[in-house]
């Protein structure tokens, strides 16, 4: 082999190795799967895809574990029948009417579907079964309070006065912790 020929067989290499190193770099690489495509839910509550139904963005809004909690979201019913959908956890249910091809807007005055108990502390997340009749899906459901104040209003019974957040919640030096 001449001295150019190996020239060239290094050259290209070295180029190679600086394509390679350049899209590793950049997030271009075949590693890193495109955000794009990756599904999550854009809300606070969950989505997710029954046969019968879709769920989107279904949460829970309370004051506490043991106060009512009303149920939000979205619940569509991909079929050509009424669906009743039962929503289920360990302290309450709730149905939910969805008309044929058409969706129920748990926000709307009209669609209110309320839990006796919540079921877990605001900020935590509660075992919710959902159930057609036809199918069930067992899903964690978030449970929030009226600290967003774009859920106040659905707190059942009314959001307190008081804003729920730390600032109301006496600090450690108030305790005289020795700070």
């Known amino acids: ?22 899209l590793s770099v950049t997030g271009c690489s075949y590693i ?6 990756m599904q ?21 809004v309370a004051e506490s574990e043991n106060d009512p909690g009303r149920i939000l979201g979205t619940v569509v019913n991909k079929t050509d029948q009424d669906i009743t959908l039962t929503v289920t956890t360990d302290q309450a249910s709730a149905e939910v009417e969805v008309p044929a091809n058409g969706e129920t807007r748990l926000q ?16 935590m997340m509660v075992e919710t079964t959902f159930d057609t009749g036809e199918s ?21 019974g009314g959001a307190p ?11 450690a030096a108030e305790h005289g912790s020795g700070h």
């Open 40 to 60: 999550y839910s854009p809300g606070d509550g969950i989505v997710e895809e029954m046969d019968q139904v879709s769920l989107n963005n279904i949460l829970i």
């Open 108 to 123: 709307d005055s009209e669609n209110e579907a309320t839990l006796d108990q919540a079921g877990a502390q605001p900020g």
């Open 161 to 171: 006065e008081t804003p729920a957040n730390p600032s109301n919640t006496p600090g």
């Open 136 to 156: 069930e899906l067992t899903k964690s459901v978030p449970v929030l309070d009226h600290t967003f104040p774009r859920y106040a209003e659905y707190i059942p």
């Open 1 to 22: 082999m001449n001295i150019a020929a190996r020239k060239k067989a290094k050259m290209a290499g070295l180029c190679a190795a600086v394509v390679a190193a350049t």
């Open 32 to 37: 890193n799967p495109q955000a794009t495509t």
